[in-house]
Structure formats: C-alpha cells, structure tokens
C-alpha cells in the first residue's frame, strides 16, 4: 500500500460539476417549497386523500390523470417532471427520481417500494457526470413490489415486471419479464401466441431475448408480481 492519500482509482468525484448536463427545470425556493410539501403530504405514513395529492401535483407542475390512486410514503424528486395516466395505481414506499421525465400511462400498477430512477451518473467519465434519460411506462404496465427501471427505459403496453427484477433496456408489451436484468418468461395474456424462435418481428423483444430463448423453454414465475 502507499501513502494515505495515494489514489488507487481514476476516479475524482471532487471535480463532479453538479450543474453539468442537469437542469432543475426550477428555481431553488421552489424546489424547498415542493420538498416541504412532500415531507408534509407525500412521504407521511398519513393516508392523505388521493385527490388531494392529485390536486397539489398539479399545483407543481405535474398532470395526473383521473382516478390516480396515491398511498402513503411515496417519493416523487421533481412533480414537473411526472405525467400519470387515468386510473394508475401508485403504491406505498414507490421511488420516483424524475430528474428526467418519466410518463406513467393509464390503468398502469406501481408496487410497493418500486423505483422508477431516470436520473444517472456516466461510469465513463471520471468525473462522475450525470447522464439522464427519461422512463416510459405504456398503459397498463405493471411493476411488482421492489421491481427497478432505470434511465432510457420504456416498458411496453401491459407489460409486467416481476418483484424485485430489474429492467436496464426497453421491454416490449403483453409479457411477464422477471430477474436481474429481466428476461421474458411468459405472455400476460395466454390466448396471444409466443414469438416463433429467432423471429424477426414487432413481438421480439427489444434486447433481443426472444431470439435466444425458445418457447418451451419459458415457464410461468414462481409467484405473481405482487
């Protein structure tokens, strides 16, 4: 070993630039403002009225759908950076890092202590940059309890994502994906045919799982997304 303060490693978060590549999209008091408002109405274990969160998103610059369901303990970064379909469920201990948007669709399902994070930093750069990248999830998405997405990601149409799995790439609609990173396991809907092996086609899925995995291969989850 060296001296103490011999560096052993490239990187230098003591030149990490807080401002670079990273908009607020808000003044400062008005940040300090949102983050009284969520200690007070959003982090509590109080079961607030889901309208009344609604209502007080929109106040910050958010659009909330109808009928959005909220329960308690939930962490949302930057409202002006979350759209909510109609009749979506939010639920308890949910992680929302917005520093990028992120789009939640209609009739979509957020377990509890899910994590939907568009904000990251770049490995690649020694200075710890930040790379942001904003989340897509299409309607009727399903994110199990302690699933994680992570920046650039669209999770397709009725998609569901298992508990505790972790999606890192797109990920098409109607199919079960579980693990870390998750793979397609099953379709949600029985009746829609698997894609055929090695198949080119708009069901493949974008990180190209399908065309390694044969049908008899998959097999239903060992529990529901929860």
Partial sequence: MGPPNELHSRVRND????HEGFDRGRPSWFFGLWYLVK?????????????????VLRRFGA??????????????????????????WVGEEVCIINFAP?????????????????????Y???????????????????????AFVGPGVTVGADAVITAMS??????????VYAGQPCKP????????????QGAHSANACKCGCW????PATLTPPSSAAS
């Fill in 15 to 18: 030149l990490f630039d807080p």
């Fill in 39 to 55: 200690c007070a109405l959003f982090l509590s274990a109080l079961p607030w009225p889901s309208g009344f969160k609604a209502f």
């Fill in 63 to 88: 659009r909330v759908g109808r009928k959005v369901y909220f329960k308690p303990r939930i962490n949302i970064h930057f409202p002006w950076n979350l759209s909510v379909g109609d009749h979506t």
């Fill in 102 to 122: 992120v789009t939640i669709g209609a009739h979509c399902c957020l377990s509890q202590r899910s994590v939907l994070c568009s904000g990251n930093h770049d």
């Fill in 124 to 146: 690649r750069s020694v200075n710890m940059r930040y790379r942001h990248a904003p989340i897509v999830l299409e309607d009727g998405a399903w994110l199990g309890a302690g």
């Fill in 166 to 175: 972790t999606a890192t790439r797109s990920l098409d609609g109607g199919v």
């Fill in 185 to 196: 396991v099953r379709r949600r809907w029985p009746e829609e045919p698997l894609p055929v």
């Fill in 211 to 214: 065309s390694t995995t044969t």
